[in-house]
């Protein structure tokens, strides 16, 4: 079955009482027993729900895993996975990340005695040299948030499988769309389902998706007793999403390089960040284990100064100034003060996000009109 028909007809299955062709939201908390301990299935909305099983099955089935589970947010799903980990453990994360992900492994597992170690993985030789025998998580992003760097998916999975050390892709930048990483030999694939399974900035939710049965029933555990679960309607907001997945991912994509090929010859930028770029350090990689180049890039002016940027932030019209990204309408974003923030200065210096830089996530309009409206806002 091809993508889009895989993408459409994912966890989809007529209510068998009424015939609905539409996942109903089994809006109840609880379940009739018809005696203690003897259930259809469902006992508690907590541990189970009818609505979020279709979703937990559809993200399995695109992905091209066995295995789906669903979290209130991106975060929740994050931290479901650290919670595999002992005091002692150690993980290898990229140094370019997503500035909520650093905030939640230094802000509050660091002080459970879980060791995090930061590393350039544009060369998978780099989180090598860092590999030790209390190594237990390799975390990744691929394309990175916000530099758009990008992670051989194949070259890390297959050093760590020698050390048995999981390996977790963050997949939220590319979506199932452009990369499947459990393909590529990785343990759990992680999706801040916000951002381009739900699409319509509509709803905050979370995935991990597994093809290892223990680990799924490990990471089940956890999803049930720490409660981070999403309610049936966003449920039900995802599962429309991810219907509509293939044919916006398409026109993300179709606008991402054509806003990325304008603003590398305007004459007023400096540097644009996008993988699609042949002289890109990752292209090489990116187009064997992507399938297209996405809608996510970041750029800095040629007068790169922060007032300048901040200028140009605050005169975009149809840009819309917000964190987030992955829906259908185009946003502009400052991570050094909004989604970044949480991340040190000099470490964001050091890794090479500065002050100035711009990131964009390119929506479905029509291109010709976002361009003019870049243009207009960077003058």
Known sequence: ???ATRFIHAGAEPDPSTGAIMTPIYQTSTYVQSAPGKNKGYEYARSQNPTRKALEDALAVIENGKYGLAFSSGVAATDAVIKLLQPGDEVIAGNDMYGGTYRLFTKVFEKFGIRF??????????????ITDKTKLIWTETPTNPLMNICDISAITSMAKKSNILVCVDNTFASPYLQNPLDLGADIVMHSSTKYLGGHSDVIQGALIMNDAQLREQLYFIQKSCGAVPGPMDCFLVLRGIKTLYVRMKQHCENGRIIAEWLRHYSKIGKVYWPGFEDHPGYSVA?????????MLSFTLK???????????????LFSLAESLG???SLINHPASMTHASIPREERIKNGLTDSLIRLSIGIEDADDLIADLQQAIG
């Open 1 to 3: 079955m091809k993508i």
């Open 117 to 130: 170690k930061y590393v350039d993985m544009n060369n998978a030789d780099n989180v090598k040299k860092l």
């Open 287 to 295: 187009k064997k284990q992507m399938r297209d180049f996405g809608g």
């Open 327 to 329: 829906g259908v309408e």
């Open 303 to 317: 007068d790169d100064s922060v007032d300048n940027a901040m200028r140009v932030l605050s005169s975009t019209k």
